[in-house]
C-alpha cells in the first residue's frame, strides 16, 4: 500500500505544480531493452519538467524509508545504463522521520552520484515537521487537512547554482550532513601552511559549532558547497568545500555572503545562541579551538553567535 503522505504530496503537486512546470508520478528512468536486460523497473516518485527551459527534476519522495540510501543507488544504476544529460538533476527529499543515521548516510551518497557525472541533492522534506507528526500524517493516524505544501520553488531555487566559477558551480549546502563536511574540512585544512596562509586572519561573528566534534568553523565557509563540472573531475575530489576553493572563488564573485549563509543554516535546523549563553563545555570547547586557530579567527567572545548542530 502506497504511504498516504507520499500520495498526498504528488497528488497535490500534480493538481498545482509550480507556474511553468509540470509533474508526473512514478516515471521510468531507463528505456524498456534496459529494464529487460536489468530484471527492474526503476521510476522515481515525481518529475517534474519546465516548459520554459529544458530542465527536468527527478524527485524521491522519503518519507520513513528504513534504507533510503536505495533510491540513490536505483537512479545511479539507471545513469549507468541510459547516461542523463546537464539538464537532468536528482533530488532526495528526505524527512524527520527517516533516522540520522540512514538520512546522513543517504546525503553523503549523493556525493557519489555527484562523481558519477550527475546533478544530484538531498533536501529535507517538510523540516517544520517532526518525526512524530510525520510518522501519524504517514500511517493515517493525523489528519492531512493541515499538512503544509512542499515549498517546490524553494527546492527548484536550491538545485540552480548561486554563480558559476572557473572550477564548477557554487550551491548553498542543502542538508546538514555538507555543513558538518565543510566544518571538518576547514579544520584539516588548517593543518596546512598554504591554506593557512590563503586565508590569512579573519574576523568572524557567526560559526558553526558540533558539540559532539568539540569543533567551529566560520559558518560563511560551511554554508556552501561547489560541484565541479563533469570535465573538471579527474579521479575523486573531495565533496567539501576547502580553503583553496573558497579563497580562490571568493575574489573572483563575491558571493559568498554571511547573513545569507545564517539564514541558510538555520533553515537546516541549525541552532543560534550567543557564545555567551552556550554550554559551559561548549565555551571550554571553543577556547581550547580558538586557542589553536588564533592566527587564522579573529572574534569578540561578547557578540560571537554559535550555529549549533543538532543531535
Not at 14 to 19: G, L
Request: aromatic letters at 8%; charged letters at 20%.
Amino acid at each position: 500500500m502506497r504511504f498516504s503522505l507520499a500520495t498526498e504530496l504528488q497528488n497535490r503537486l500534480i493538481a498545482s505544480p509550480p507556474p511553468g512546470w509540470t509533474a508526473r508520478r512514478e516515471v521510468q528512468l531507463l528505456e524498456s531493452g534496459a529494464t529487460c536486460i536489468l530484471g527492474y523497473r526503476p521510476a522515481v516518485d515525481l518529475l517534474l519538467e519546465s516548459q520554459q527551459t529544458d530542465e527536468r527534476l527527478w524527485l524521491e519522495l522519503e518519507i520513513s524509508r528504513a534504507n533510503p540510501v536505495a533510491n540513490h543507488a536505483k537512479f545511479a544504476s539507471a545513469h549507468l545504463m541510459q547516461p542523463l544529460s546537464e539538464r537532468d538533476t536528482f533530488v532526495s527529499l528526505v524527512s524527520n522521520h527517516v533516522a540520522p543515521g540512514r538520512a546522513n548516510l543517504a546525503a553523503h551518497a549523493i556525493y557519489l552520484l555527484r562523481i558519477a557525472g550527475l546533478k544530484a541533492f538531498q533536501i529535507p522534506l517538510l523540516p517544520e515537521l517532526n518525526a512524530k507528526t510525520v510518522m501519524a500524517l504517514n500511517q493515517g493516524k493525523a489528519s492531512l487537512e493541515h499538512l503544509p505544501d512542499l515549498d517546490i520553488l524553494e527546492i527548484v531555487d536550491l538545485t540552480r547554482p548561486i554563480a558559476p566559477v572557473d572550477a564548477g558551480r557554487i550551491y548553498y549546502a542543502t542538508n546538514a550532513l555538507e555543513v558538518l563536511l565543510n566544518l571538518q574540512q576547514w579544520n584539516r585544512d588548517m593543518g596546512h601552511m598554504h591554506c593557512r596562509h590563503a586565508w590569512g586572519r579573519r574576523r568572524m561573528r557567526y560559526l558553526v559549532a558540533h558539540p559532539a566534534s568539540g569543533l567551529f568553523a566560520p559558518s560563511k565557509f560551511c554554508a556552501y558547497t561547489r560541484m565541479p563540472s563533469l570535465a573538471d573531475r579527474p579521479g575523486f575530489q573531495t565533496p567539501a568545500m576547502t580553503v583553496p576553493a573558497y579563497t580562490r572563488i571568493e575574489p573572483q564573485t563575491g558571493i559568498f555572503d554571511g547573513q545569507k549563509a545564517r539564514l541558510r543554516l538555520e533553515r537546516l535546523g541549525f541552532h543560534r545562541m550567543r557564545l555567551s549563553a552556550s554550554t559551559p563545555s561548549m565555551r571550554k570547547n571553543f577556547e581550547s579551538w580558538l586557542e589553536i586557530h588564533r592566527d587564522q579567527v579573529s572574534v569578540d567572545v561578547d557578540t560571537c553567535e554559535l550555529l549549533v548542530a543538532g543531535g
